[in-house]
């Protein structure tokens, strides 16, 4: 059965549709680097297909707040003298030329824009002076399709700027929050800011991880009542999201425990009792993703068991059929043989004497194999066990 994995795989990606080919074409096409080995370091290179920059800008003090939803290149030197701390958020990553200008206006090293351009980075944190250069994976999740988007932050003193590849991220809250003058985020510094989009991020992975769970949960009842080929699939799917999650999370927790290992002056003694409770939720997702991993091996193992069962009661119908025949063929061998002398062939009843005694031993035989619990589950299978006795 182990062996006829890897036809089966290949019959279910050949009856997939092309969007679903088109889309893990283009998961594979993000993981290729596009600086050439050996090339100098510091080359801003993107994507051709990436959407360009949308900047949008907080500007805002424990008593004022100044959001700017569409923000130009040139308006961000002023908007940052203007006082106050400020969140800069760069949604599209297809023009180098402004991403060299928002590294020139903040001073942001080259090396890590490289990064910031480069999309596969694995979570981490890096220290150019006086900004903090902090990557991080945030999971998106479409239908049942799930993939995770770089989000690179900086920290520096009194900003924070955030660069995701695509439009769209979890960072609604956040915003939310900065909108209201009564909330802790707006009264601490620019770190308690990195801390909330990290949290934030972190905390996405959650209901990503409950349609995963329900995704198992109906996988499992689907391979107890009716096991198929077509479930095989669909379970390495799950896991294979499963592995997306996991090689995102891992280094995601060794990049927070850097953070609160790790003597920073960018990060206050406050924040950091704040950045372990992050770290306490990357934990519990490392948890739950090493939970439902365990969970998609044994969907695995029992689909496999569950074929294994059938394969066997068909070898032992088909067994049972041939056993049936081989007296029956013993009886007519017997008689197809070239004696001259057969004293049942000169007899009246010979002939059906000859099928009773056939007919008899198939029926005796049969009884013999259902005592046995060969042609189906046995009594003790079928009754249901008697109620505990009543207290």
Not at 267 to 290: F, G, K, S, W
Request: net charge positive; hydrophobic share 40%.
């Amino acid at each position: 059965m182990c062996a006829r994995l890897p036809t089966i795989l290949r019959q279910q990606r050949a009856r997939r549709s092309p969007i679903v080919n088109r889309r893990a074409q283009r998961a594979r096409k993000r993981l290729r680097r596009r600086s050439r080995p050996g090339s100098s370091p510091g080359q801003l290179l993107v994507d051709p297909q990436a959407p360009r920059p949308q900047l949008r800008a907080f500007r805002y003090t424990a008593d004022e707040i100044e959001e700017r939803a569409t923000l130009q290149i040139g308006d961000v030197p002023a908007l940052r003298k203007a006082g106050g701390r400020m969140w800069l958020d760069v949604a599209g990553l297809g023009d180098a030329a402004v991403i060299a200008a928002i590294g020139e206006i903040f001073g942001l090293h080259r090396l890590a824009l490289e990064d910031v351009l480069a999309g596969h980075q694995r979570p981490k944190v890096e220290s150019y002076g006086s900004v903090l250069f902090i990557v991080v994976r945030m999971p998106e999740m479409d239908g049942e399709r799930i993939d995770t988007d770089q989000l690179s932050l900086f920290l520096g003193e009194n900003f924070v700027i955030s660069f995701q590849s695509r439009i769209g991220d979890c960072f609604d809250p956040v915003r939310e929050r900065l909108r209201k003058s009564d909330g802790r985020l707006r009264a601490m510094g620019s770190d308690y800011l990195a801390y909330a989009l990290l949290d934030s991020t972190v905390d996405s992975y959650f209901p990503v991880l409950e349609n995963l769970g329900e995704r198992l949960d109906q996988l499992e009842d689907e391979v107890l009542s009716s096991p198929d080929n077509s479930l095989i699939a669909r379970i390495h799917e799950v896991k294979r999201d499963l592995m997306l999650l996991r090689r995102a999370s891992w280094p995601q927790r060794e990049a927070l425990q850097s953070l609160l290992r790790d003597p920073t002056p960018l990060i206050a003694p406050e924040t950091r009792v704040y950045l372990n409770d992050c770290y306490d939720h990357t934990v519990q997702v490392m948890d739950l993703l090493e939970t439902y991993r365990e969970l998609g091996s044994s969907l695995l193992d029992v689909w496999l068991s569950s074929a294994s069962n059938r394969m066997n009661e068909v070898m032992k119908l088909l067994t049972v059929i041939s056993t049936i025949f081989i007296p029956l063929t013993f009886i007519v061998g017997i008689y197809g043989m070239n004696f001259v002398y057969f004293p049942e062939l000169q007899w009246k009843w010979g002939y059906p004497l000859c099928l009773a005694l056939m007919a008899v031993l198939a029926g005796l035989m049969l009884r013999w194999f259902a005592m046995r619990g060969w042609l189906g589950r046995s009594k003790a299978h079928v009754e249901a066990p008697p109620p505990p006795p009543q207290s």
